[in-house]
């Protein structure tokens, strides 16, 4: 399940969540603007539930992706989204906390195909998300219904696996939702984000709470 990044014997792995953290966007929200406003409207509630935790993620997951049925060439230009509205300080901040012995990772409920561009453009080497599948036509046939992000407490379960795998010397997550805040009892530092959107229970129950990627280089000196 999960692919192998190299490790030192002191690591430092710090993981991203990706939509509205690493980028304004949400990745799913933007797959149905593409299919019109009524879709886009019905799929952005959902969203908005499950990230502020009034709806478990898996009652919304695949129920979203029926309703929009993306395209295969709907996820370039989704991808090309996700660095066009990069937060403004990701860049130097990951470059920074790598030079600092940090290894980043992205760690998303959102789908590996779409951030995979945005990776390469920040240098992070590692994706822990969603796969989706389609036909030789590039018309959607579903989605991988095992990988842990697609229902709650999914990115505690990938924390654990990182610590067994891996054997960091920190860990540490970043993210704004309540999916993101569910890995703080497996972390040594849960960092919430609210740059683009506040939720209560992420501001209320982070170790830390920042506006700014930067803002996390001296919270991990």
Not at 36 to 48: I, K, L, M, Y
Not at 137 to 161: L, V
Request: charged share 25%.
């Amino acid at each position: 399940m999960y692919s192998v990044c190299a490790v030192g014997t002191a690591l430092k792995l710090i993981c991203f969540d990706c939509d509205s953290t690493l980028s304004a966007i949400e990745g799913i929200d933007e797959l149905a603007r593409v299919r019109g406003p009524e879709v886009f409207a019905r799929v952005e509630e959902q969203t908005r539930e499950a990230m502020d935790g009034r709806i478990p993620v898996e009652a919304v997951f695949g129920r979203r992706l029926e309703v929009i049925r993306p395209h295969l060439a709907d996820i370039a230009a989704i991808g090309r989204q996700y660095i066009e509205q990069i937060e403004p300080t990701a860049l130097a901040t990951v470059a920074a906390l790598k030079s600092a012995g940090w290894t980043p990772l992205i760690v998303s409920g959102g789908f590996r195909p779409i951030i995979a561009p945005l990776a390469a453009h920040l240098g992070i080497a590692r994706i822990e998300a969603v796969d989706l599948y389609f036909d030789p036509a590039g018309n959607y046939t579903g989605y991988d219904e095992k990988f842990p992000t697609t229902r709650s407490g999914g990115k505690p379960e990938i924390m654990r696996a990182l610590k067994s795998e891996l054997r960091p010397a920190r860990l540490v997550m970043v993210g704004d939702g309540v999916s993101d805040l569910e890995t703080k009892p497996e972390v040594d530092l849960f960092v919430g984000f609210g740059g683009y959107v506040e939720r209560p229970k992420v501001k209320v129950g982070a170790a830390a709470f920042i506006h700014r990627l930067a803002e996390l280089i001296p919270l991990l000196a």
